[in-house]
């Protein structure tokens, strides 16, 4: 399995101090982020892209860039890549491009995206989410494969003998994920290719996960790709730590309490009741994520969120560090117990290649 961390990168006032950081200070907190994620151990580090406020992560193959001039083995992707307001000709070169630069350790994750404003704001029309996304992915996929493309969709100005530079690294397409929380055609859509499927479930009841990962399975088997088991499948989480639970309830409440998304609603103790948000300590955290594997199965790829809701960034550097000292470490032993064989690993650029080699 991968472990790693994700980040929306919104920009929220502390609540317990009332200072907002600057967009400058918030970007360069990311980036801190992602080169702790690599010390601690951890495999991955994911950004949103967000085109509004309170966001600043609006160009992630730049951010991404950045960060693999600085490391050496993480595994660089987005938490999401919005499928349906980016034109897929642009996905398929940025994303190539930094696939070369990064020594092929990227991939992405496709989604919608949260926010309807977007739609208009890059010339597309909410009410054609689903089609876009169908339709600018079989594109995008193409792109990636083919060295010539003839292509006329509905969304798009047609294609003629099209060759998309640079050429994937090795001639094998950074990996795609597909993300979705509520759009059983966006599971459909990464069964029908053979790709991961990602359930960022950290706002959704158990019961709602294992049917959106059960359909994914069912459906990737339908489609000759293997067996459900088999199926490539990524789970979002949202931990705060402290060695001692009572502390680390304490000090997270007002910052929940007044989160952009989740703040005014539920009490903290309702949420961490219907949702995999864990507040607690490193053993909490360990137990909690592994009881996902009883509605979700064996899966390939753990991220956490950990900087949301105006946390400073040394509170949340001390998070890293527990994940990586406490709780991963466990978490890669226990996963693995009982894991059978035919589960295949959490896909890499170098597993990928050796298997188009083989």
């Not at 994920?177 to 959704?204: K, L, M, V």
């Not at 979002?236 to 703040?263: C, I, L």
């Not at 998070?319 to 466990?330: M, S, T």
Request: net charge negative.
């Amino acid at each position: 399995m991968q472990f790693g961390i994700f980040s929306v990168g919104d920009v929220t006032p502390d609540p317990t101090t009332g200072r907002t950081p600057t967009e400058r200070e918030r970007i360069k907190a990311m980036v801190a982020i992602a080169l702790k994620a690599e010390e601690a151990g951890l495999d991955v580090f994911a950004t949103g892209e967000h085109h509004n406020p309170p966001f600043v992560p609006s160009s992630p193959t730049t951010m991404l860039g950045h960060i693999a001039a600085r490391t050496e083995r993480l595994i660089l992707s987005t938490a999401t890549t919005l499928i349906t307001t980016n034109d897929p000709v642009k996905i398929a070169e940025d994303f190539a491009m930094l696939q070369h630069l990064a020594d092929g350790r990227v991939d992405l994750m496709l989604g919608r995206g949260n926010t309807a404003p977007v739609y208009p704001w890059f010339g597309q029309d909410i009410r054609q989410g689903i089609p876009l996304a169908i339709e600018n992915y079989a594109l995008l996929h193409r792109l990636w494969r083919e060295e010539a493309v003839d292509w006329e969709g509905k969304f798009r100005t047609p294609l003629q003998g099209f060759t998309a530079t640079p050429r994937p690294l090795d001639g094998v397409p950074p990996f795609v994920w597909h993300g979705s929380i509520r759009s059983p055609e966006i599971a459909e859509q990464a069964a029908y290719y053979g790709d991961g499927f990602f359930h960022n479930n950290i706002f959704w009841p158990a019961e709602h996960t294992r049917r959106m990962v059960e359909l994914y399975r069912t459906r990737y088997a339908h489609h000759g790709h293997g067996t459900p088991e088999q199926a490539i499948v990524g789970l979002g989480g949202h931990v705060f730590m402290r060695r001692n639970s009572q502390d680390a309830v304490r000090e997270f409440r007002p910052y929940f309490d007044v989160a952009p998304v989740y703040g005014h609603g539920p009490s903290l103790e309702d949420f961490m009741a219907q949702t995999p948000l864990t507040v607690g300590s490193p053993q909490q955290v360990v137990e909690k994520t592994l009881a996902f594997r009883e509605y979700a199965g064996d899966y390939q790829r753990q991220l956490f969120l950990v900087d949301h809701a105006g946390l400073p960034l040394k509170t949340v550097l001390e998070q890293i560090d527990l994940l990586g000292e406490e709780v991963v470490p466990v978490l890669r032993k226990e996963f693995a117990v009982g894991r059978p064989a035919d589960v295949p690993d959490a896909p890499t650029h170098a597993a990928r290649l050796a298997g188009t080699r083989g």
